[in-house]
């Protein structure tokens, strides 16, 4: 399975504020998701990032406030905007090579103020 | 909807105890299932897969899990617990088209020595 890294692991933001989190897998990958696991509860679908077009958003996630860029094969990222309390959440990047199976990555833990 | 029920928030076992935790899910039409394993201070991991064929699959570390379909389930199982079996445990369902993992709310595993 791939090797996935992600940065920040942590970070504490003020409201308001924006945060972007990287993700990096060590080979080419055709699908790329991102993820969100609020406290105590369990992991949501944000949204698949699309190498070369804007990414595919589920239901009650926008663009507006969850950008995600996808310039190449190996690499990801998303945006946090305007945050709020509401936002402290684990953010996962997750790949696929097929439709079947994911591999997760480490996680980014966001704390808003 | 489509939707993922654990209904075992926490279980605590005794070392060498047998493991069941419960997965029921809501989807239509043809499904994969899936078990993946967070230990503590680590990444989610895939534990063992369903797509088709057996119902009774085998997974890493001694794991394996049941499809009953007429029952719409897919338990998890392990005759024989260790501490190192500590972790969190995420159900997760897909539809065989579809990349989309719905998860369950998930199961604290403490195992004590």
């Known amino acids: 399975s791939a090797v996935i890294s992600q940065k920040p692991s942590r970070d504490i933001c003020q409201r308001g504020t924006s945060l972007t989190i990287q993700c990096q897998v060590d080979s080419q990958v055709t699908m790329m998701f991102w993820y969100r696991q609020q406290p105590g509860q369990s992991l949501t679908l944000i949204a698949t990032a699309n190498q070369g077009s804007e990414a595919t958003y589920e239901s009650g996630f926008v663009i507006d406030k969850f950008p995600i860029s996808r310039p190449n094969l190996t690499f990801s990222t998303l945006t946090v905007s305007n945050m709020s309390p509401e936002d402290s959440s684990i953010y996962l990047c997750?790949?696929?090579?097929?439709?079947?199976?994911?591999?997760f990555g480490p996680g980014t833990r966001l704390t808003v103020l | 909807a489509q939707s993922v029920s654990q209904h075992n928030h926490h279980v605590i076992l005794s070392e060498a105890a047998s493991l069941e935790l419960g997965c029921n899910y809501s989807?239509?039409?043809?499904?994969?299932l899936f078990w993946y394993v967070q230990y503590p201070g680590q990444h989610l991991q895939l534990l063992l897969k369903y797509f088709s064929g057996d119902p009774l699959v085998k997974g890493i570390k001694g794991f394996e899990a049941e499809f009953i379909k007429s029952k719409f389930s897919f338990n998890l199982r392990k005759p024989s617990v260790q501490w190192s079996d500590t972790a969190e445990y995420f159900c997760?369902?897909?539809?065989?088209?579809?990349?989309?993992?719905?998860f369950g709310s998930g199961t604290r595993l403490l195992v004590r020595p």
């Open positions: 989807y239509g039409g043809t499904v994969n």
């Open positions: 997750s790949v696929g090579d097929s439709y079947n199976e994911q591999f």
């Open positions: 997760a369902a897909q539809g065989d088209s579809s990349y989309k993992l719905i």
